[in-house]
């Protein structure tokens, strides 16, 4: 079993203080804990789930948040090797294979070019064409929730 680990850093304002405001800053932490069980579900099983159970919902799980502004840490559990899901193409380590989807997905969300050379991912995509596009269309809504708290 592997575990990765994100952290979300609110800044500024009233993070500056280590307070946000309520339903605003809990619903941003919602929204990118909903957004690492949407890739880590894809990187457990190989499919693209968003509905009812299912296993990227209880493989996230957030930590205390901490001072400095603001830090919430979020670790997710990966219990099955990638190659055995994606085949040859992803020899390598969960947690690394999560990482680089989950900041290809939120660099798609946010318009950025992000960085395409990872060849891991590039061949399980190559072998999965539109995954990654469903993966950005359905991560939109919450990361678009996580970044609600900027405005306020």
């Not at 009233?14 to 949407?38: C, K």
């Not at 919430?72 to 990638?82: E, G, I, M, R, T």
């Not at 660099?107 to 190559?126: E, K, V």
């Amino acid at each position: 079993m592997e575990k990765a680990k994100f952290q979300l850093k609110l800044t500024g304002d009233m993070a500056d203080q280590h307070e946000f405001q309520g339903y605003d800053g809990y619903m941003a932490l919602a929204g990118f804990a909903w957004t690492l069980s949407l890739v880590s579900n894809y990187i457990e099983t190989g499919e693209i789930r968003q509905r009812r159970d299912f296993i990227g919902r209880s493989a996230v799980r957030g930590g205390l948040l901490e001072e400095g502004s603001l830090v919430a840490n979020f670790s997710v559990w990966l219990d099955k090797l990638p190659k055995n899901i994606f085949g040859s193409a992803a020899d390598g380590s969960s947690a690394q294979l999560l990482y680089n989807m989950v900041k290809r997905v939120i660099d798609r969300n946010l318009g950025l070019p992000g960085d395409n050379n990872d060849l891991q991912i590039n061949a399980i995509l190559d072998k999965r064409s539109g995954d990654l596009e469903t993966l950005v269309a359905i991560s939109e809504a919450p990361l678009r929730q996580t970044h609600n708290v900027i405005g306020n």
